[in-house]
């Protein structure tokens, strides 16, 4: 009687963020973060990086310098995480979390945890509780993922890049430091990379062990620019440089694993996405993220045969992972590390 009661209820959709009580902590094991559902079909991609991850609260009072006074309520208020575009919310051990509720064409429910926050979808047809239900039995997978994308996001904002004279920035996993340099124009180039080490980077692609101090740079990008050029221009032209390299050393390492792999790639396009480091397409051409630059060549290199491999096994099954092994043995560590390093937002 109480189910019929509840489902009646849930056909009129409650008012967004109902509260709802704690319940007790799943005691089933942890299953995988792969959100549930129907894909559609896509050419094969290589996922990149998740976005910036939703801030946690530990509480609503201000930050200071002191800690203020706190009542016995608000010591033992739980943490929250919040979507923007929340509708429905959930107590999950000690934190709230308030996520976003979609109603698809779709025949389960799903979880995905993104830059926002948590998103839950279901099919039209499912009662209200059973959501919950599921959204609590999901409990340790969604706080997982919260913190880990909340960590993401901690890192990427400390490789944030403030454009002026002396800034560092990561080039084949080697720091660079940016020097406006108004003397020289540097042809139609724009800048040029400078160190006893620079003419073996540039020449072959390769990032050089750093025999100075830890944590001191030995490259130097001298940027025709002069002391009063704004950070857009400064961006700008590191940006025009950093490309330009990307097409040249992504070309020399396709046409180096190309004969490997027994493929021909016809066209090299590069891409800025924000979340995919690359794709590739039946017809031969190949889609790379030019911020791969970034990476060291080694981590370039297994993005260059994933996306080749394709031209072989057009999807993401066994054979293909067995074709990508073949070539870069290690491919699984690299790949952790496209996810893990924290590269500079642009």
Do not use: C
């Not at 959930?90 to 926050?117: N, Q």
């Not at 002069?226 to 950070?231: F, H, K």
């Not at 992972?321 to 073949?326: F, I």
């Amino acid at each position: 009687m109480q189910r019929l009661l509840q489902f009646t209820l849930d056909l009129f959709e409650a008012a967004p963020l109902p509260p709802i009580a704690p319940s007790p902590r799943p005691s089933s094991a942890d299953t995988a973060g792969r959100a549930e559902g129907s894909r559609k079909n896509k050419a094969p991609t290589l996922d990149g990086i998740a976005p910036a991850a939703i801030e946690t609260i530990a509480n609503d009072a201000p930050v200071a310098e002191s800690l203020p006074t706190q009542t016995l309520q608000q010591a033992l208020a739980p943490a929250t995480s919040r979507h923007p575009r929340a509708t429905r919310e959930a107590l999950l051990d000690d934190t709230r979390v308030a996520y976003e509720f979609r109603r698809g064409k779709r025949r389960t429910i799903g979880f995905s945890v993104g830059a926002d926050g948590l998103t839950v979808s279901a099919p039209k047809w499912v009662p209200l509780y059973e959501i919950d239900k599921a959204v609590q039995e999901k409990g340790n997978w969604i706080l997982r993922k919260l913190q880990e994308t909340r960590a993401r996001h901690e890192r990427l904002e400390s490789a944030r890049i403030e454009w002026k004279d002396g800034a560092t920035l990561p080039f084949l996993g080697e720091s660079v430091i940016v020097v406006l340099d108004p003397r020289h124009a540097f042809g139609a180039i724009g800048a040029e990379l400078k160190s006893s080490a620079a003419e073996a980077v540039l020449n072959t692609g390769a990032a050089v062990q750093n025999d100075t101090l830890p944590g001191i740079p030995r490259l130097t990008l001298h940027v025709g620019l002069p002391q009063s050029a704004t950070p857009q221009q400064i961006r700008d032209a590191v940006q025009a440089w950093l490309m330009r390299q990307a097409k040249r050393i992504f070309i020399e390492r396709l046409n180096h694993f190309a004969p490997h792999l027994s493929v021909q790639w016809r066209k090299l396009s590069l891409s800025s996405a924000g979340t995919r480091w690359g794709s590739a397409s039946a017809d031969g051409a190949i889609r790379l993220n030019w911020r791969l630059i970034h990476f060291r060549q080694s981590v370039i290199d297994y993005v260059v045969v994933h996306e080749l491999s394709h031209l072989r096994v057009m999807d993401h099954s066994p054979r293909f992972w067995d074709t990508v092994r073949a070539v870069v043995p290690d491919y699984a560590e690299l790949r952790g590390q496209l996810k893990d390093e924290a590269i500079p937002k642009w």
